[in-house]
């Protein structure tokens, strides 16, 4: 067994050296009825040849996006990871490293941490971020957590065009963890009206920017609605990119920002792993859920980063404390810093630009196919269209030309006949003008 | 800080050390933050020409700069280059830290992950173009299945802790389909880790201790005066954070039955039974699998992880979405709960930690049948190995055998005015990271110390040999208290303040504070 040091030899002087006859004495503790003499039903150890030709064949049987026109969003986007990015991650001090539980033996570690938190809380414009979280959609259900412990309420308004996915983990979590969800209609044309369902015990609204059928709205309307109630407005950011592009959602008045940090640094991955992003204002950190990362100073006076801020998680608080959450997404937050890292002002913000040109392309193609119409007037790099047939045929049947065409929204919200012919497509700047052709080629002859 | 320090500037060596003009010492390079690194001007990729097409966004286009440095590429490589030569890793040595399970990460299963057939798939791809991404998730089921002797398992939750809260929600919710929702009591044992507690109190439940017996296990006699019409669950670990197996967890399942609640066995420690103990057999309804500890996918610095949750029949149906679902055209997925099942609800969004289960496949693979009851064998050797060797010098807490796991407490540094933390500190300066401190909490002082099976009879030797060094050194040396409270000497960083980091906390970069303001 390659992965196994110890040799029959090592083992026999160790089992010596301990006293005992054979490993049966130290499963001694182990009661007679549960221990095993055979060998489990499953195949025996295997070489990295045989492994890599098995896993090898079952990848083959998947349609890479990367390989075909791809137009899928929905709270996962494909966009070009520089390759310094996963080289750098690959390091084994990175990858194989713990939390940093020792900081003197982790600066690396936390110092990235620090440059995490600061780059979110600038993309987002908020005054701190955590040092991530599981993913957007999880990161969603703990705002909503903090925002109930932080106004001692426990009704939130979810809005209608929240991810279904995102709006379902909430509705779980206030299932059984005792307050109010209040989810809304989804509507395609974006004209959701939000602030006339705040009430006096409305602990916060959630609301999607972009939302879940691409539209983009001024929050500070809302922003002011909340305030007034005393609720908080816990804003959501699944498409990260959009951030280089839109007005952040602290300057539109947001108390809490989660995001989906898929986007930069990290690959598709079928849905995981992926980075949750999570910021607010200063004045709520102690109600935070994860792990923080904060400056001190050494021994020597020199300055130096550990964890901070402790007293509010679980190995301390138990069943007090803020969250249950204890791994954060570490080496998905490092990719996520080093690829922001690489893209700086410039970069970030014009790949955002380029993401929302070559977006306004698709959407110009793609309304001038007979049949077809783009229901947003405003959107970032995802947008919807109406079909003349249900978009899940279609996509079948694009999928069988090798093209990935978009999402049908009854992939996530089935059963409702008004929304059957509705499709999200997404650009970014992996699509190439060839791409878009392919797409609007292919669906002029489906939907004809 | 020392006259001396501050005097140049407090950017150098500490005492002792070799001076340098550039605060550098030799492979330890000084490195400031990113955002004290950019210029304008300058950025790490080439984009394309915009295509001309109408700005739609709505009036709320971006105003005013971000403030995020710009780098060009190689300037962004040395400097996370740099920042990884700051940290200790498995890679480097032996990394005993208790509970966490750090075992070597093979590189194969990157590679794997990283296929553009696992890597490179959209979550909401037709099923029908990825047969292949859902024929390794129920591939992955049907092996952490057999190992747990488990009728099902929820795949979705994203860590140990998501896996605790998904175990958790399963049975509250067969709670209340059989009307005994009233049941709000979950019986956690103090030696739990505190996500226990923690993820009890997120399902609406109260959380009652069960104390320790004198040999670190659940007080059977405690355990059984606590049962009752309220009781919706029992937790705990198994192996226990003491390292111990529970030598009466089949009474213990028993009993938590007998009083119509549930068992939810903490999977953190499966490391040292797999193979040799199906949880199946000791009566659990429930473990989560830390994919990170057992199956080796890699800790990354504190994740990303996986836990998925290994249900009873009687759990089962209330699982949460997605599961992949064998369909008359291949595989499917069930997306959404209450259509035409008893789903709890949903978890995550999308199918759970993908890249993950391809790394844990690929582990599990590597090792067979065969190989996976090694390295629980190995584990418990390794363990038991170093507890018999360090038996003398450090005081065991309890009595062995142990599991995969060697737990002391602080009694051999009595009256040396040496603490656990300084013990792990001078650790630091001799290449080891240092096993986990305190904790469980029922022992004093405690230093869990987990090699794990891919450690070399060598390596463990060596590590051996500088513990007992130490604890002699502690025991003997007249400056023993100074010496060890002046560890780490040869890292990075000495001891860092963390009461100052709490006292006014500084959690991000802003221009306005230039760096000096640190001291």
Known sequence: MRYLPLTSADRKSMLAAIGVAGMDDLYRDVPAAA???????????????????????????????????????????????????????????????????????AQGTLQYLFEFQTQVALITGME??????????????????????????????????????????????????????????????????????IGADTSCVVVQNPDMFGHI?????????????????????????????????????????????????????????????????????????????????????????????????????????????????GLCALAFTIHMSILGEAGFTGLAKLNHALAGTLADKLAAVPGVSVLNKAFFNE????????????????????????????????????????????ATETNTESDMDALVGALKEIVR | MSEWSKAIGGFTGGKGAVETTSGNRGLQIEEPLIFEQGQDGRCGVDLPALPKSAERLGGLARKGAIGLPGLSEPQVVRHYTRLSQKNYAIDAGLYPLGSCTMKHNPRLNEKMARLPGFGDVHPLQPVSTVQGALELIDTLAHWLKIMTGMPAVAMSPAAGAHG????????????????????????????AHGTNPATAAVCGYTVDSIPADAE??????????????????????????????????????????????????????FNA???????????????????????????????????????????????????????????????????????????????GQMGMFVRALAYMMSHGADGLRQVAEDAVLNANYLMARLKDDLTPAFPGPTMHEALFDDRFLKDTGVTTLDF?????????????????????????????????????????????????????????????????????????????????PVLRWKPEVPAKAAE
């Not at chain 2, 209330?318 to 291949?330: I, L």
């Open chain 2, 164 to 191: 605790e809260l998904c175990g958790m929600l399963c049975i509250r919710a067969a709670h209340i389909a059989r009307k005994q929702d009233h049941r709000r009591r979950v019986l956690v044992p103090e030696s």
């Open chain 1, 383 to 426: 947008f919807t269209i109406k079909l003349p047939k249900p978009a899940d045929l279609v996509v079948e049947t694009l999928a069988k030309r090798r093209i990935l065409g978009g999402i049908p929204v009854s992939r996530l919200i089935p059963g409702k006949p008004d929304l059957a012919n509705l499709l999200l497509v997404t």
């Open chain 1, 35 to 105: 221990r095993r003499t055979g060998l489990v039903d499953l195949p025996a150890h295997m070489g990295e040849l045989e492994v890599e030709r098995r896993l090898s064949v079952m990848a083959a049987k998947n349609i890479a996006a990367g390989s075909v026109p791809s137009f899928l969003g929905a709270g996962a986007y494909r966009h070009h990871v520089p390759a310094s990015v996963d080289a750098l991650i690959q390091r084994g001090e990175f990858l194989t490293s713990y939390t940093p539980y020792q900081p003197e033996v």
């Open chain 1, 217 to 329: 709205r001024d929050l500070r309307p809302l922003a002011e609605a909340c305030r007034k109630a005393g609720a908080l407005l816990v804003v959501v950011v699944t498409e990260v990119v959009s951030l280089g592009a839109l007005t952040p959602p602290g300057e539109m008045g947001a108390d809490i920002v989660v995001c989906e940090g898929q986007s930069i640094g990290n690959g598709l991955n079928f849905g995981g792993p992926y980075v949750g992003l999570f910021a607010t204002r200063e004045k709520y950190l102690r109600q935070m859920p994860g792990r923080l990362a904060g400056q001190t100073v050494d021994a020597e006076g020199r300055r130096g980063w550990v964890l901070t801020l402790s007293t509010r998680e679980q190995h301390i608080r138990r069943e007090k404390a803020t969250s249950n959450i204890c791994t954060n997404s």
């Open chain 2, 424 to 504: 792990a500190k001078a650790l630091i300066d001799e290449g080891y990271h240092p096993m986990t401190m305190y904790f469980p909490l029922v022992v004093h002082g405690a230093l869990l110390i987990e090699p794990t099976e891919t450690e070399s009879r060598e390596s463990l030797d060596q590590f051996i040999e500088v513990c007992s060094a130490l604890a002699r050194r502690a025991k003997t040396a007249n400056d023993a208290q100074a010496w060890f409270h002046d560890a780490p000497r040869y890292t990075p960083r000495r001891r860092l303040d963390e009461t100052a980091a709490a006292r006014k």
């Open chain 2, 273 to 351: 039974i797999v193979g040799r103990v199906r949880p199946g057999d000791l009566g659990i309804d429930c473990m989560h699998i830390n994919l990170h500890k057992t199956f080796s996918t890699p800790h990354g610095g504190g994740g990303p992880g996986a836990g998925p949750v290994v249900l009873s029949a009687a759990l089962a149906p209330f699982a949460p979405v997605p599961w992949v679902v064998h369909g008359k055209d291949g595989y499917a997925v069930a997306e959404q709960s209450g259509a035409g099942n008893e789903a709890f609800g949903r978890l995550k969004a999308f199918h």
């Open chain 1, 128 to 197: 701190v971020a955590n040092a991530s979280m599981y993913d957007g959609s999880t990161a969603c259900a703990e705002a909503v957590m903090m925002a109930n412990r932080a106004t001692r309420r426990s009704r939130a308004v979810l809005a209608g065009g929240l991810h279904p996915h995102y709006r379902a983990i909430v509705e779980t979590y206030a299932h059984y963890s005792g307050f109010t969800a209040e989810s809304g209609v989804p509507d395609p044309a974006g004209n959701e009206d939000l602030a006339k369902r």
């Open chain 2, 216 to 269: 670190g296990r659940v007080d059977l006699a405690a355990f059984k005066a606590k049962l009752g019409p309220d009781v919706a669950a029992i937790m705990l670990t198994n192996p226990n954070t003491c390292g111990l197996f529970e030598r009466d967890i089949i009474e213990i399942a028993k009993a938590i039955h007998g009083a119509g609640g549930y068992f939810y066995c903490d999977g953190a420690n």
